[in-house]
């Protein structure tokens, strides 16, 4: 079945440095690819979403994210790391052909000081 | 506001009782889902809906159920079939076409079982 994989359940970076956050789908035919980011106790937002319109997608709150699909991916980063971009960040897939939308396991994303 | 409402909050359930959590939306979606959210396993899809009167079982089905006699409203009963429901639940809703995956979220309810 059509499933993204996040690599690294914990990320930790200082405030500053690069975000990477990494996403690999499962597919030969691309699907919808998102990213969404989860505060604590709360809902999901979005941050971007690829629909094939361009590779390299820009986001909220300074993410991009780009889709590569000689590596099936969809990294998501920031160049520079702020304090409040600590959260959970989730990879989400709408495999083609389906109306279902698949999120990976999550990962969480410390910023220290 | 347009948004997705989902109540109560908080939620505990007895064993053998069955619990029902609401969830509206007045965004005029016509897709709505309930996801089931625990730590280190992400979001699990429950249930979806594109369309009223229709539902799809997602990839953890057992023990729960749902309805969509309206376009505004998909809530989700946790029944005593459901062995270990405690967890954190969300809705979301998305419109068709080019924005879809575009799903907007609830709040949350946090279930636990005493």
């Known amino acids: 079945a059509q499933s993204v994989t996040q690599l690294g359940s914990h990320v930790s970076v200082s405030e500053g440095a690069l975000v990477l956050l990494r996403c690999n789908y499962s597919?030969?035919?691309?699907?919808?690819l998102f990213w969404y980011v989860q505060y604590p106790n709360q809902g999901l937002q979005l941050l971007l979403k690829?629909?094939?319109?361009?590779?390299l997608v820009k986001g909220i709150n300074g993410f991009e994210a780009e889709f590569k699909k000689s590596e099936t991916s969809f990294h998501l980063t920031k160049p520079s790391a702020h304090m409040s971009d600590a959260a959970e960040y989730f990879c989400a897939v709408v495999p083609p052909g389906t109306d279902k939308l698949i999120f990976g396991t999550g990962t969480r994303l410390q910023v220290f000081p | 506001d347009g948004g997705i409402t989902q109540s109560p909050k908080y939620l505990f359930r007895k064993e053998g009782q069955n619990v029902t959590l609401s969830c509206e939306q007045n965004l005029n979606h016509d897709a709505m889902y309930w996801y089931r959210q625990d730590p280190g396993q992400g979001l699990r899809l429950i249930y979806y809906?594109?369309?009223?009167?229709?539902?799809q079982k997602g990839d953890i089905a057992e023990g729960y159920s749902v309805s969509r006699e309206k376009k505004e409203s998909f809530p989700l009963t946790v029944t005593s079939a459901q062995k270990n429901p405690t967890a954190f639940y969300l809705c979301?809703?998305?419109?068709?076409?080019?924005?879809?995956?575009?799903?907007?979220f609830g709040q949350g309810t946090r279930l636990t079982v005493v």
């Open positions: 809906s594109q369309i009223v009167n229709d539902f």
């Open positions: 597919s030969s035919v691309p699907p919808y």
């Open positions: 979301a809703s998305s419109t068709k076409g080019y924005c879809f995956g575009e799903a907007f």
């Open positions: 690829y629909t094939s319109a361009a590779t």
